[in-house]
């Protein structure tokens, strides 16, 4: 067939609009692989040129990169100052690579990364050599199959982290005394799945939206909470009309009435009633548990103040174990300047006071401070201690005149 000039040009117009569009369909975004950055245990930096700012023992990643660290340096800090690790891994059940491999490691700390697709976003595990008390800290760790994953390796600490969308949120195999805490752990198929080992600590954590909040594949025994009145983790239900250890008394204290029986050898016994939070105030933390969002604590010496949000015309709460050591007891409260009643718990101690208070919201400022009982000033006092003297001395007399008459 010959084509004419307009067929020709027709023609050719249409194959560079399917070579677009086969382009477009194929190659989207073809982010490149980087070689994998290697913090070696001699503790120098392979290859050159990563961006990785070195100071001693502290590694700082300068910017985001596509790709994996591997670490095998005791006692390093390796800090991801906000940035992100992007795997490769294009989603669905398909999964590969591992964004920071932290192998045969003693004291080595993991913190403020962003971290998504990889098969694993962080792996704490034994090889070879040791592997024990490493921390993942304050780090985003979303759609990856496993959030972190541990292997034979013990004493580690996985808190403070965001931990969304994944296949499962921690994977922890062969392990033992593990602390997971303060995590937010969200969307995820599994939230925390146990494997063999035993002897785990789960607390303080926030499971909300997880398919499946925990899953053993061979049965363990583990530990969800830390006993009354510090509580073990929220799952986002409950009721909470009664108080005390044994959830017997009346008035609520932010702990759910019933437990959360998890396997045959997991409960939850004092599942918590709303977000947890702690917060750092000179030396000394304030935890608050609260179905609000709340800002961050702030101190000025003599007040605390902080923030709660929530939905307009709902019912919030707050409950809150404030050092002695910072702000000792009688409070005054007061949400938006208004003044409110508060319920000093029972499970106060020598060194926490718990306290219970209610309000509506929307977004509200509270400001709790300390009310001292009123002391009269001391030159106020010598002006009453003198008076009376005075008053005293005025009474003998008059007896002693009138005495002295009748004789």
């Known amino acids: ?22 382009a477009v369909a194929f190659n989207v975004r073809d982010v490149k692989a980087e070689n994998t950055i290697i913090i070696w245990s001699d503790g120098h930096v392979s290859p050159s040129g990563s961006p990785i700012l070195q100071d001693g023992n502290f590694y700082t990643l300068t910017r985001d990169y596509n790709g994996s660290i591997s670490v095998s340096r005791d006692n390093a800090v390796v800090d991801g100052a906000g940035h992100t690790l992007l795997g490769s891994s294009p989603g669905g059940n398909l999964f590969s690579g591992t964004g920071i491999d932290v192998e045969d490691t003693t004291n080595t700390t993991v913190k403020n990364f962003v971290i998504r697709k990889f098969e694993s976003g962080v792996d704490v595990w034994q090889q070879f050599g040791a592997s024990s008390s490493n921390c993942v800290f304050n780090s985003n760790l979303t759609d990856n199959k496993y959030g972190v994953h541990i292997l034979r390796s013990n004493n580690n600490e996985v808190r403070n982290n965001s931990i969304s969308n994944n296949q499962v949120g921690i ?4 392990a033992t005394n593990e602390h997971i805490f303060d995590n937010t752990i969200t969307g995820s198929i599994i939230g ?7 002897g785990n600590f789960v607390y303080h954590n926030n499971m909300l939206s997880n398919s499946q909040q925990f899953s053993e594949v061979i049965a363990t025994s583990n530990t969800l909470d830390l006993g009354y009145p510090l509580g073990g983790n929220y799952y986002g239900s409950g009721n ?17 009435d019933h437990p ?27 935890e608050i548990i609260s179905n609000s969002t709340t800002s961050t604590v702030q101190f000025n010496g003599s007040e605390i103040s902080f923030k709660v949000t929530g939905s307009s015309w709902t019912f919030g709460f707050c409950r809150i174990a404030i050092p002695k050591s910072l702000l000792d007891e009688p409070y005054v409260i007061l949400v938006n300047g208004t003044q409110v009643q508060y319920t000093l ?7 926490h006071n718990y306290i ?17 009982i009123p002391e009269f000033p001391s030159s106020l006092m010598l002006v009453v201690l ?11 007399r008059v007896k002693s005149a009138k005495f002295l008459e009748h004789e």
């Not at 307009?6 to 086969?22: E, S, V």
Request: charged share 10%; net charge negative.
């Open 1 to 22: 067939m010959i084509l004419d000039r307009h067929n020709k040009r027709t023609l050719a117009l249409y194959l560079i609009i399917m070579g677009t569009l086969f």
């Open 171 to 174: 994977y922890i195999m062969w």
């Open 192 to 198: 925390i799945q146990f494997n063999l080992g035993g």
């Open 240 to 256: 909470d009309y009664c108080s005390g250890a044994s959830q017997n008394e009346s008035g609520s204290d932010g702990i759910c």
């Open 260 to 286: 959360f029986v998890i396997t045959a050898n997991e409960t939850d016994h004092y599942p918590l009633m709303g977000y947890y939070h702690v917060y750092p105030v000179n030396q000394d933390l304030v």
């Open 345 to 351: 718990l029972p499970c106060s101690n020598s060194t």
């Open 356 to 372: 219970f208070f209610t309000y509506h919201h929307s977004t509200e400022q509270i400001t709790i401070a300390h009310t001292a």
């Open 386 to 396: 003198m008076i009376s003297i005075m008053l005293a001395v005025t009474v003998c």
